[in-house]
């Protein structure tokens, strides 16, 4: 007899939408008779491994729809990337606690953490449905036009830079901010929706895209500095060499590592201080200023876009409907239909898993240091409503009269 038991585990950064989605799991599989439990694992699979479970189906309604609203992972999640035995190790916690139903939100690692899981399960002839819930605010799925948690990432860079460009015009100088995004310049490139006039910043944009050539930079930043009067500088944390080696890790003395042998980007200040000392040393600039957003971006509260809080609970209601009506396993896409509306598709987990999406070319402008409008029309539905706006003195100048 089936158990009708459904699990859903977090995994990777958090959002500030992924609990829209766990709450859509949750809601949506209420709606369905056979469903008896619905388990949530704290901390991702490693909570699975550890049978940290919580049994969400005791939870009421409302404080779930206040839980969706909130920013963060409200399970928990992890690190953990798994290899094939500790898959083995989910895929024998699921089967000795009648799992029938595995729903993993998370990103790259999260969609291929789902095929190995589901790949045993297969091979077990264990009755096993598993759905990959997208999410990452680096919006580097392949298969969808965009990533839940991506668009309220942006959203916060946009105003983010649009405030530093207010700041940097009343007190000029050179600022340098620095965003997450080790493969793809998605949410460096949407500072750009924080301009209005022509002059404003982010002057230079930096993606990892593209080739980072240090001379050229310091070029590029002399000859806006000298056009404006001041620079502001939109970095992504994953700029590299021609040979594909950060540059945080060729201008840093001590290079710190990740868990995964990955050099440390996020959560460091480094690359912004790097960057300002080489401006300040090769072009003798006084006033040069830099900031990481490092986390600020992820989970940042009061900073969310309405479409995507709607479409991270609507993935979530998705996954559940493709798991109970559909006969085969998959990632939840989301695919852009008309002007804006969107509708969503359930890939194969063997299109999504492993695999990073970059930026396109046609978002990227031909000197590498701007986007195009294209990538402005692409952005701008996701942002959702109320974008806040700056706006200018009209001052009419007064004659001088001692230094005519």
């Known amino acids: 007899m089936p158990s009708g038991k459904i699990l859903v585990a977090q995994g990777g950064g958090p959002t500030a939408v992924i609990n829209q989605s766990l709450v859509g799991v949750v809601l949506e599989s209420r709606r369905f008779q056979h469903v008896t439990r619905v388990y949530g694992a704290l901390h991702g699979v490693r909570g699975i491994i550890n049978e940290e479970f919580v049994d969400l189906t005791q939870e009421t309604s409302h404080n779930l729809e206040l839980v969706a609203a909130t920013p963060s992972s409200a399970l928990g999640s992890t690190r953990d990337k798994p290899d094939i035995a500790y898959c083995q190790q989910i895929f024998e916690v699921l089967r000795a606690h009648e799992i029938e139903h595995f729903f993993y939100i998370g990103g ?44 309220s990432a942006a959203r916060f860079v946009a105003q983010a830079f649009a405030g530093a460009n207010l700041d940097n015009a009343a007190l000029p100088g050179v600022y340098v901010g620095v965003v997450m995004g ?55 944390e994953g700029i590299h060499d021609a040979s594909g080696e950060p540059i945080a890790s060729l201008l840093a003395k001590e290079v710190e590592r990740d868990a995964h042998g990955n050099v440390q980007l996020s959560g460091t200040g480094a690359l912004a201080d790097l960057l300002c000392d080489e401006i300040k040393a090769k072009l003798g600039i006084k006033r040069v200023r830099g900031d990481t957003f490092g986390y600020l971006q992820r989970s940042f509260i009061g900073c969310v876009s309405d479409v995507d809080q709607r479409e991270a609970r609507e993935v979530g209601e998705k996954a559940v409907q493709f798991a109970m009506w559909g006969d085969r396993d998959g ?53 959702g409503s109320g974008m806040p706006d700056a706006f200018r003195l009209r001052a009419a100048k007064v004659a001088k009269v001692l230094k005519p």
């Open 108 to 151: 790259n690692d999260s969609s291929d953490t789902v095929r190995i899981v589901s790949e045993e399960a297969h091979k077990a002839g264990y009755p096993l449905r598993c759905i990959h819930i997208p999410k990452t605010i680096d919006n580097d799925l392949v298969g969808s036009d965009h990533t839940p948690g991506f668009p």
């Open 331 to 383: 990632s939840v896409a989301i695919k852009r239909t008309g002007f804006y509306s969107v509708d969503y598709e359930l890939l194969p987990l063997t299109d999504v898993a492993g695999k990073t999406r970059t930026m396109e070319d046609e978002f990227i402008s031909a000197s590498g240091t701007d986007v195009t409008d294209a990538f402005r029309l692409y952005l701008r539905p996701l942002l």
């Open 182 to 236: 080790r493969h793809a310049g998605f949410l460096t490139a949407a500072s750009a929706l924080g301009k209005k006039f022509p002059d404003d910043g982010p002057h230079l944009i930096y993606l990892p895209e593209r080739v980072f050539v240090l001379e050229n930079f310091l070029a590029d930043v002399k000859a806006t500095y000298e056009k404006y009067g001041r620079c502001v500088i939109a970095v992504s």
